[in-house]
């Protein structure tokens, strides 16, 4: 890219024009001190006029660092600020998060592991699934939750430890004769 056409990060930026690149020896451009500071800016700018709504998941890191054509680490950085602010908030393993101005404090989020998890184990418990039936397949359950099957066998490993499901090779899982009520 040259310096004549300008970066989608100099079109959408609206409260400060972004700071020079600068190559490095190696003719790599470097991204110039505080280019985080007006990545914030421009962040913080969109949290509030209501682009990025409260609740809504923040765009990814590959997807930012693409647009405002910088390094992860940068972008970060640039993040922690408005994390630090109060105008997102982090789930583990979810993303990034617009935080909701009218609430103080909310329940965390859980896993969508431990939700389908917890899903089964209800179902084992009020007697949908009996003991001795049998689970549907790693597949099926990945079409009915909309996950990957790394996460389904997360959630089935965890009732499997918890001793509700036994796993037999080749034939499937299924609920253990005496599931504790």
């Not at 056409?5 to 505080?34: H, L």
């Not at 965890?158 to 299924?174: S, Y």
Request: with cysteine; glycine share 8%.
């Amino acid at each position: 890219m040259t310096q004549d056409t300008p970066s989608k990060w100099e079109a959408r930026s609206s409260d400060s024009e972004p700071p020079a690149r600068v190559q490095r020896g190696d003719g790599r451009p470097r991204t110039p001190w505080g280019t985080y500071k007006s990545i914030a800016a421009v962040l913080r700018a969109r949290v509030l006029d209501g682009t990025y709504v409260p609740g809504a998941r923040m765009p990814g890191e590959h997807a930012l660092c693409a647009e405002f054509a910088t390094t992860r680490n940068t972008l970060r950085r640039a993040l922690e600020i408005l994390q630090a602010e109060g105008l997102i908030e982090v789930h583990a393993g979810m993303g990034r998060f617009v935080r909701d101005s009218g609430t103080e404090e909310r329940p965390p989020v859980r896993p969508v592991y431990q939700r389908i998890a917890a899903d089964l184990r209800a179902q084992i418990r009020n007697g949908v699934l009996a003991p001795g039936a049998v689970l549907p397949s790693e597949r099926e359950l990945c079409e009915h939750y909309g996950c990957v099957r790394f996460t389904v066998r997360q959630a089935l490993a965890e009732l499997e430890a918890d001793d509700l499901v036994e796993a037999k090779q080749g034939r499937g899982r299924f609920v253990t004769q005496d599931v504790p009520r």
